[in-house]
């Protein structure tokens, strides 16, 4: 309910002319308030001055606002600015003055306090004017930094759409081969992978839209996936999946994980070697998370197939990494003459 409330009040503030409704209502109870508990004026007097001083002033504040800040500030050129300022003060104080006093002719009095108070109106016109020029620096700041965030926001979420599409397609073309090549085999293997991949793949569809899912849907995606390289494998490659923790409520970025696992299976493996082993091993503890991923690969492989030129899978994961947990991981690939291990420390998002 705060966060609603704090979004209306952020969308009022950013409509100008309810903005400029509040400052010229504050400044005329302002006005008011001083005039009639201090100077003691009667209050249909009092209101009637304030009408006059603040059509002065705010044909003063937006000449000041959308003429002299956009040419002379804006431009940097800070003496003109405050010399004009000072000019536009020195115009609309006389004015006031005198438009008052004209209108106090009932009030002989009040003419002789309105000419007495001259010299000290000059303060609080500066004061206003120079309030209206701060208030338009800060909007227009704000509203620099909102429009940035916005193009950020919407850059990287354009971007992680992207990747995302790529990885999708990606696993499914791998998996697509595997299952051709078993069906020209005419393999009793091949239903099954097609049940599985049904079911990984209504996971991709309907579950991964969104930018955050339950790490408890990943890991099982995992498991599925893994279930499905070892009826595809068979007895070729020797494949661990651990899990330590507790595994709840933890929200994370879909598919983080599993180009990671892909990669074993088509860069690590292939046709080199004709026994390997794929060991995973995945810690939770609470938002902390710590992926091991070790596999087997031939000691001299095609330039092609080398881990290091892993494909988009790989290329994709560490960018997403990047735009979803900037400074929240750590990432240490090491690739040895037998073996590629991959080390994943993830910061989760409370």
């Known amino acids: 309910m705060s966060g609603d409330i704090k979004q209306r009040l952020l969308r009022l503030a950013s409509n100008r002319a309810i903005r400029h409704s509040l400052f010229w209502v504050a400044l005329f109870l302002l006005y008011s308030v001083v005039e009639v508990f201090v100077t003691r004026q009667p209050f249909i007097y009092t209101v009637s001055n304030n009408v006059v001083r603040l059509i002065l002033l705010g044909m003063a504040v937006y000449y000041n606002v959308y003429r002299l800040i956009p040419k002379y500030l804006a431009d940097k050129r800070f003496f003109w600015?405050?010399?004009?300022?000072?000019?536009?003060?020195?115009?609309?104080?006389?004015?006031?003055?005198?438009?008052?006093?004209?209108?106090?002719?009932?009030?002989?009095?009040?003419?002789?306090?309105?000419l007495e108070n001259l010299n000290w109106q000059f303060l609080p016109n500066f004061f206003v004017l120079s309030t209206s020029t701060v208030v338009k620096i800060t909007v227009d700041w704000y509203t620099n930094i909102r429009e940035k965030q916005e193009l950020v926001t919407e850059t990287m979420q354009s971007e992680l759409?992207?990747?995302?599409?790529?990885?999708?397609p990606h696993f499914l073309f791998n998996t697509l081969n595997s299952l051709y090549a078993l069906t020209l085999k005419k393999s009793d293997l091949a239903?099954?992978?097609?049940?599985?991949?049904?079911?990984?793949?209504?996971?991709?569809?309907?579950?991964?839209?969104?930018?955050?899912?339950?790490?408890?849907?990943?890991?099982?995606?995992i498991a599925n996936y893994l279930e499905l390289e070892?009826?595809?494998?068979?007895?070729r490659v020797d494949i661990s999946y651990e899990v330590d923790g507790l595994v709840s409520?933890?929200?994370?970025?879909?598919?983080?994980?599993?180009?990671?696992?892909?990669?074993?299976?088509?860069?690590g493996l292939g046709s080199q070697i004709s026994r390997g082993f794929v060991?995973?091993?995945?810690?939770?503890?609470?938002?902390?998370?710590?992926?091991?991923?070790?596999?087997?690969?031939a000691e001299t492989m095609p330039k092609q197939l080398h881990p290091r030129s892993g494909g988009i899978g790989l290329v994709n994961v560490r960018r997403r990494l990047d735009l979803l947990y900037p400074n929240n991981y750590k990432l240490n690939v090491e690739d040895a003459p037998t073996t590629y291990t991959v080390n994943l420390h993830l910061q989760l998002e409370d």
């Not at 300022?85 to 306090?113: C, D, H, R, W």
């Not at 759409?161 to 999708?168: A, E, M, T």
């Not at 409520?249 to 860069?267: G, R, S, V």
């Open 230 to 235: 070892r009826i595809r494998q068979g007895n």
């Open 81 to 114: 600015y405050l010399g004009f300022l000072l000019l536009t003060v020195f115009i609309v104080t006389p004015l006031e003055v005198f438009f008052i006093y004209a209108k106090s002719g009932n009030y002989p009095e009040m003419q002789v306090q309105v």
């Open 249 to 267: 409520n933890q929200k994370i970025a879909p598919l983080m994980f599993i180009p990671f696992i892909e990669n074993c299976f088509k860069h």
């Open 191 to 221: 239903p099954d992978i097609v049940l599985k991949l049904s079911e990984m793949m209504r996971y991709m569809l309907y579950e991964c839209n969104e930018k955050w899912v339950p790490l408890s849907k990943e890991v099982n995606y």
């Open 161 to 168: 759409r992207f990747l995302k599409s790529q990885i999708n």
């Open 279 to 297: 060991k995973i091993h995945l810690d939770v503890r609470g938002n902390q998370i710590d992926l091991r991923i070790e596999n087997s690969k």
